[in-house]
Structure formats: structure tokens, C-alpha cells
DNA sequence: TCGCTCACTTGTATTATAGTTGTCTACATA
DNA sequence: TATGTAGACAACTATAATACAAGTGAGCGA
């Protein structure tokens, strides 16, 4: 029976690769080694890899190698400005209710990270179909916010109006007792738990843009993250656990 | 197997500086030192700095020298990490208390997350140089943990003791009041918050191996999650929110 | 105390070399 | 025609060696 020389490699590689031989994010032999190995050509290793690569499980960058791929579970940073549209997929009617609309000058900790001296500071309370769901408090520096309007606000997510590309973001959560003011805005009875969100939102530059604090009544709200692999080769992805004073 | 040589000084640098070599504020030894040192020229020395600086591990002034970042801003190191691990690499010392050890039929909810009829409950209390942390209840196929004994819990990690490679995990964040029992483990008075946590772990089969209950004071702990990244090529992370029953 | 120098540090270039993948052409073989 | 071999070249990467600019801090002298 004839061989196919290429497949023969591909599935010795697969295998290797399968059984960790070679590690996530560590380098594969080169296409000279693994040719000498072989008793193979080059191109003749390259279709072999390529079949690896076409099913995933490999990758290469030009000038530095081949190595195993860490393919992340789930899906990308799409989620980050759809907190809301979430819903609607899940044919959820989102709405906003706006409490306060006013340029001020922002306290020292939202200040600090957003190193401005001036802020369009929104207050609402977002629902979802009709009933109460989170009471959320956006900061955005003055000189992005000028132009936006307090229907604006009402009508579109932040994320939207500000037309500046974003970055990513890095979230804080917690929990407390909620306040009497969120007690009353949520329905929620004194006393109850709720989880806290701060989220420091950034543009492709890096800086800060936007500094919002999420209450969310404990009952009817959780996070769901989802945690890749565990290898540190080149994916970044913290979750961590701070000790707060 | 190949090796990139900045990779691996940094990865040297990183265990150092988590073991404490250099301690937070202290200089680490001048560029041209570890270019003796590790025998490499010192733009590879710089590279491999500047990743663990990227990471917020250290940072550096010019004409003054590398430092250990006070605050790490961002942990790459291992995504699905213990938490354990995480306080140990910022110098907290990490203690386990174990108040259950037995194998028992789990809840209709723990089996079906791990699809066995038969597991290994563990509960037990967290410290944090000695004052309780957290509470959790790990539960574990028997068939996996037939081996384990109540002292090998008490001593290590349980990733460190199933000897599997494990994937990825999905871990639901909530937040509640602290039940009777968790509040007198933990030291808090009853009708505080506490932050929720349950976790799933899975292994490289994708086989889930581990499901966590773990209950944290809301005064002493936050999560904080970074939403990645400039790189659309690798970004692992969703957070997405949930509506709980 | 002030101002200066000097050794040392990081920041940032440039050039060079070896090694790697990406791509192409030419040719052989079943 | 599908498959494999051989070779060449471009583009990229890691690393080294070197040089210079710029910031830091200690010490020294007036």
C-alpha cells in the first residue's frame, strides 16, 4: 500500500503534539530539523505542518517558528461593550433611565484615573424589560463628552456615542450591602447584597476614557468568566485577587 | 527542544522577583550585571525586562535602574492559577484549614457539573498570614482522588495534586449575605456581603475535574479581570452577564 | 549651600550575523 | 496529475556589538 510522505509526517507531528512533546507556546523544531529527522524535503515538512496549522493546532511567524497554538475557548472582547446588547440577544428589552446629567468636577479617585479635572458624570439606571437591573454611573472626560446630549445618552449606549476606537478595559468586582439611594432606585429592600463593578475603559492609545461604577442587586445578577488555558505563552488574561484596605 | 533566549531570562527574572530576591522597591542589578550574568548581550537582557515590565512586574527609571514594581498592575503569569499561588507571589503567607474531608454522594448540581455519582468533598478555610480568607468546598471525582488523603489536601493545592493537565475553567462570580456557618469560619458578623465563586475546572480533554464553591469576605476581596487586548490574534477572555434565575 | 564633575544607569539608535519561515522555480518519479 | 526533491531568494527574528544621548546620585570644591 502506498503511502502518502506528508501525511505520514503530519500525523507523527499531530501525535507529538498531542502528547505534549511539545509544549503550548514553546517552539517546534525547525523546518531543517525536523526535515533532516524525516529524511524529508522542506516542502515536503511545510505541507505537513501546514495541515497542522489549517486544523489549528500550530502556528508560525516568519523568522521566529513554529509552536504549538493555544487556542482560546471563547469568543474576544466583543462582550466588553455589549453588557446591554447581551440582553437584547437574549430578547431582553434594554432601557435607560437617566438620573443625573451634569459636567463636574470628579472626585479625587475618578480624577486619578482618568487624569482630568473636568467630567460629563451620568447617573442611570438601566432596565431590563421595564424592571430595574443596574444602577450604573459613567465618567467621561469634558473635552469627549462636549458635544453629547442627555438624550443622547438615553438613547444610545456610551460606547457608541463617544466614536473613538476602545482598547479594553480593566474590571474590578466586589460586593457590599447596597445603599439606601440604590435601594430605592433597584427596589431592592435595605440590607441586600449587591455586586459592584468599577471598569476603567481604554482607546487603542491606551488612555483612559471612560470610569463607570455598575450596581448590580446580588439577586438577580452573576459573572460569568471564562478562563483559557493555562499556559502564560502569549495570551494575557488576568483574574486576580486584591486585598482592599 | 528550542529555546528563545529572553524568554527564558525572563521567566529567571519573573521566579525571582515572585520568590523574593528582589524585594519591592529595591533596585534589581544593573542591566550590564545580568548581561554577565546570563552570558547574553544586553538587548536581549532589555527584552526580557521589558516583558516582565509590560506584565507591571518591574518598572524602571533612566540613569536610576530596574525596580520591583510596589503595585503589580498586571499578572500574566498563569491565568488559571490557585489563589494561593497569587498570595504567595505577593508575599502573603497562605495557610489551609481543612473542616470536611469525606467522600460522599454529591448534589444533583455538583454531579451534573461532573457527571460521577461519587466524589470527594473537601470544605475547608483559607488563611491569609494566619487571619481566615475564604471558604471553600471543592468537590472531586472519586475516581481521581481514590488517592488522596486529608493531609495531602491540608499541605498542597489541589491542582498540584490530581497529577492532570488541566484546560481552562469557567468561573461564576456572585454575590450574597454570608450564611451562619460561613460567618463564624470567616470571622465576619452575619448579614455581611460575601463575594460568590463557583468554579468549574476542566482538564485538556475538556473533562470537567473540579467543581469550587468558594466564599469570600466582600470587605477584604475584589476580582479584578482584564479585558484584553490591542492584538485581535489572541484574545481569550469573554465576561458576559448573566440573569440568574 | 551651591554648582560642578564624574561614574553609572537606562533609553535609543545603528550595524552585522546567523537562523527561521514564506515563496518561488525547476526537475524527477510513480 | 499528484507527489516528492532540490535549490534559491526574500522577509523576518533573535542576538550581538557598539555608540551615543539623557537622567541619577554621590562627591568635591568654592
Redesign the pocket.
Known amino acids: 500500500m502506498?503511502?502518502?510522505?506528508?501525511?505520514?509526517?503530519a500525523t507523527a507531528v499531530r501525535r507529538r503534539v498531542a502528547e505534549g512533546h511539545y509544549a503550548p507556546g514553546r517552539?517546534?523544531?525547525?523546518?531543517?530539523?525536523?526535515?533532516a529527522e524525516?529524511?524529508?524535503?522542506?516542502?515536503?515538512?511545510?505541507?505537513?505542518?501546514?495541515t497542522l496549522?489549517d486544523d489549528g493546532l500550530i502556528?508560525?511567524?516568519?523568522?521566529?517558528?513554529?509552536f504549538v497554538a493555544t487556542k482560546p475557548l471563547r469568543q474576544t472582547l466583543g462582550q466588553l461593550q455589549t453588557i446591554e446588547g447581551q440582553m437584547s440577544e437574549s430578547g431582553i428589552v434594554a432601557g435607560r433611565r437617566i438620573i443625573e446629567f451634569a459636567f463636574v468636577r470628579p472626585t479625587p479617585r475618578v480624577a486619578a484615573a482618568l487624569s482630568t479635572d473636568q467630567v460629563l458624570q451620568v447617573k442611570r439606571v438601566n432596565t431590563a424589560d421595564g424592571e430595574p437591573f443596574a444602577v450604573v454611573t459613567v465618567w467621561c472626560p469634558a473635552e469627549l463628552a462636549q458635544s453629547l446630549s442627555r438624550r443622547d445618552v438615553e438613547r444610545s449606549p456610551f460606547y457608541e456615542l463617544l466614536g473613538i476606537a476602545l482598547r479594553g478595559a480593566t474590571q474590578t468586582i466586589g460586593a457590599d450591602l447596597v445603599s439606601a439611594a440604590d435601594a430605592e432606585l433597584l427596589g431592592v429592600p435595605t440590607g441586600s447584597p449587591v455586586l459592584l463593578c468599577e471598569r476603567i475603559t481604554t482607546d487603542t492609545d491606551g488612555r483612559p476614557v471612560l470610569y463607570s461604577h455598575h450596581v448590580f442587586p446580588a439577586h438577580r445578577t452573576e459573572f460569568v468568566v471564562d478562563l483559557p488555558t493555562a499556559e502564560p505563552s502569549i495570551a494575557p488574561t488576568g483574574l486576580r485577587l486584591l486585598e482592599s484596605s
Not at 2 to 9: A, K, P, S
Not at 38 to 50: C, G, M, W, Y
Not at 59 to 66: C, I, K, N, T, V
Open positions: 502506498r503511502t502518502i510522505r506528508y501525511q505520514e509526517i517552539l517546534l523544531p525547525s523546518e531543517a530539523e525536523l526535515s524525516f529524511d524529508a524535503s522542506r516542502v515536503t515538512i511545510r505541507r505537513a505542518l501546514e496549522r502556528a508560525a511567524r516568519q523568522g521566529f517558528g513554529w
